[in-house]
């Protein structure tokens, strides 16, 4: 476990120098840069231009999107790990001298898409009106049609489904002194009937008013010609436009070689609207340019004499105050630790008064992960995913950190697995008594079966809770003895230690039989434990009885909490059960037809079921368990992650002539 060492540095260089600078440090990529405040130096205000290249970076996001959608350009489950593509920083230039090309290409395809949204706005517009127009299909004139020479026509609708009679009846009823109008179904429904009404035309507002009465509505849509000859033109023109849609899905199709172009414009604008943002944050005079930030302290001596011979410049670097909480930290571990500092990060990254707590909790992590899993075929599964992602994609950074955690939570999954005899749960078992006639098959728990031993399971999960427990304390004896606080160190952490094995001693003899000569140590312990803690844990008090009522409190703080804790790896052991379980009766479940052929279908959907559910629950377990139980003895956080000045690379990696470690 690891915090880099940073210093916080200054360059000044001459103010023609600072778009040429600013590239390279951009290049190396390996320098934090932090806003520079001070009276007597002006700010170059960058907002509009950053702007601008986001908005390009979204437009590209959304140009590669449509190509994907449609030129067919998938990518698996395993590649989503990857990183895209390498590239030297001269083929970055390269591609960075096209970019307005790019942006060209990636403009068209956005506005081809447009068009081709616009086309389909139309073809379902015009499917609507000949499903509208359908009822009155067989209308044999325009349903614009509102007079003769001496007649009134009203097309439209009643409610329900009614006939001539009926709506002669509701006419009369409305007005008894109208003269009976000539009435045409045109069609019916349960809900509507579209008819057409005809009348002498001095009886036309007569007739509108008793027509109002019967719940008559006139169509909102009218067709200047007949119904049938409007339906046969809009599907002529729905034939068009699907003919021009067509041509513009084509000519889409026509970029799918410039899809990676534009996934590094992306990657381009990104970078330069992160470069913008970054002379936001520094600041010159009439004619000098001041940048300053935090670097490893390892890479400052090659830095600076790579920057100094560069540009006509001057870099000085000095320790920073760790007590700013604004001085970030730079975590660095190997394979093991580094799987499980997303885990940290997301609940905090470490701040500078804490040690970095990967490494430490990485063991934990792995194997409560695999203790919860615990079958040896998902966990090879595990392995394999891990292996095929990082020999054959050839995965970086975050993405290479996910699949060490991936290939070690795999390892623990083996062990466990193979320690409780599940292979695809009883797979082995299964297959030798129901296909090769065995009566029994073997016994393949290296140490103990859960089911018929879950007590003992228990006691062990418990245990493995009060190790970690006990690491949490060790490490914050460790940080308060730093500090020079060594009554604190001994207070805060020996008597709760002391208290938990006498307590962890007597629940034990509950469960199991102990030898008398440990189950007599349980009591004398917790005695001890608690004495300790009533006498330390109210010490900041200046009174006597506010000195044995903190330390009461105490008491009752470390008896309700910690045995909470502890009582909370009781999720170790019941994962660990629902995994076999589960696992158990998807085999009994595909093994009862006695047909292979039915077996493997089975399965396979089973164990791919059981595998994604229990999966997650792990994860969020074991992450519940550090975060909670373990985090709580001993970890700040708050602290503020070091971010790199670099090129984006969501798509690309950049390789530079130089790594600076």
């Not at 169509?219 to 119904?227: D, G, I, R």
């Not at 041509?247 to 026509?254: C, F, L, Q, S």
């Not at 052991?573 to 093994?591: H, I, K, P, R, Y």
């Not at 079921?609 to 992450?623: D, E, K, M, P």
Request: proline share 3%.
């Amino acid at each position: 476990m690891a915090k880099v060492k940073l210093l916080r540095f200054e360059i000044i260089s001459l103010l023609s120098e600072s778009k040429r600078l600013m590239d390279y440090l951009q290049k190396i990529g390996f320098m934090q840069i932090d806003n520079v405040d001070e009276d007597g130096l002006k700010k170059t205000e960058t907002a509009d231009v950053c702007s601008q290249f986001k908005d390009k970076s979204e437009r590209a996001l959304a140009a590669a999107a449509i190509l994907e959608k449609y030129c067919n350009i998938k990518r698996s489950f395993v590649e989503s790990f990857s990183d895209y593509r390498s590239l030297d920083y001269s083929e970055y230039r390269v591609l960075a001298d096209k970019a307005d090309d790019i942006e060209a290409v990636s403009n068209s395809v956005l506005n081809l898409n447009g068009e081709i949204e616009e086309l389909r706005l139309a073809v379902n517009e015009n499917s609507r009106l000949i499903e509208y127009y359908g009822p009155w299909r067989t209308l044999d004139i325009p349903m614009a049609s509102k007079r003769t020479l001496y007649g009134s026509i009203f097309i439209g609708m009643f409610n329900g489904d009614v006939d001539e009679q009926d709506i002669i009846s509701m006419i009369s009823e409305a007005d008894p002194e109208l003269v009976e109008p000539a009435v045409e179904i045109i069609s019916n429904a349960k809900l509507y009937t579209c008819a057409v009404i005809m009348t002498h035309k001095e009886n036309s507002d007569r007739m509108k008013a008793a027509l109002d009465s019967a719940g008559f509505t006139m169509p909102e849509k009218v067709a200047a010609s007949t119904p049938a000859k409007e339906i046969e033109k809009l599907k002529n023109q729905i034939s068009e436009l699907e003919e021009k849609i067509k041509e513009k899905t084509g000519r889409i199709k026509e970029y799918a070689d410039r899809y990676d172009d534009i996934r590094f414009f992306y990657d381009y604008a990104v970078s330069q609207a992160e470069k913008y943002a970054a002379f936001e944050n520094s600041a010159q005079t009439e004619s000098t340019f001041v940048v300053r930030g935090y670097l490893p302290e390892s890479a400052y001596d090659e830095i600076k004499f790579d920057i100094e011979n560069k540009f006509i410049c001057q870099i000085e670097a000095q320790e920073p105050d760790y007590d700013d909480p604004d001085v970030p930290v730079l975590i660095k571990n190997g394979s093991f630790g580094s799987g499980v500092e997303s885990i940290t990060n997301m609940y905090s990254p470490p701040s500078n008064k804490d040690i970095d707590p990967n490494t430490i909790m990485a063991f934990f992590y792995y194997v409560f992960f695999g203790f919860m899993l615990s079958d040896a075929g998902y966990g090879i599964l595990m392995i394999l995913f891990s292996v095929i992602a990082r020999k054959k994609f050839k995965v970086s950074g975050n993405s290479r950190k996910f699949t060490n955690m991936v290939f070690y939570s795999g390892i623990s999954t083996v062990f466990w697995g193979a320690m409780f005899g599940g292979w695809f749960g009883d797979l082995i078992p299964i297959i030798c008594t129901e296909f090769l006639g065995y009566e029994q098959g073997p016994e393949l728990a290296l140490w103990l079966e859960p089911v018929s031993n879950s007590m003992t399971l228990l006691l062990f999960s418990l245990g493995m809770g009060i190790l970690q427990l006990f690491a949490g304390l060790i490490i914050r004896f460790y940080m308060l003895i730093k500090e020079r606080r060594y009554v604190d160190a001994f207070s805060e952490t020996i008597p709760v230690m002391v208290f938990i094995v006498g307590f962890a001693i007597i629940g034990a003899g509950i469960i199991v039989s102990l030898p008398d000569n440990i189950s007599k140590l349980g009591l004398p312990l917790i005695g001890a434990g608690a004495l300790l803690i009533v006498l330390t844990g109210g010490r900041s008090s200046k009174s006597i009885i506010g000195k044995f009522g903190g330390g009461l409190y105490a008491l009752y703080n470390t008896a309700t909490g910690y045995i909470g804790d502890i009582l909370s790896y009781s999720r170790l052991l019941a994962l660990s059960l629902v995994t076999g379980v589960v696992a158990g009766a998807v085999n009994m479940l595909a093994a009862m037809p006695g047909n292979i052929i039915i077996f493997v279908p089975i399965f396979i959907f089973g164990h791919v079921l059981n595998i994604a559910i229990n999966l997650i629950g792990t994860y969020v377990h074991t992450n519940r368990l550090q975060y909670v139980e373990f985090f709580s003895k001993f970890y700040e956080g708050s602290g503020k992650e070091f971010r790199p000045f670099r090129l984006s690379s969501k798509y690309h990696i950049i390789k530079e002539d130089k790594k600076y470690e």
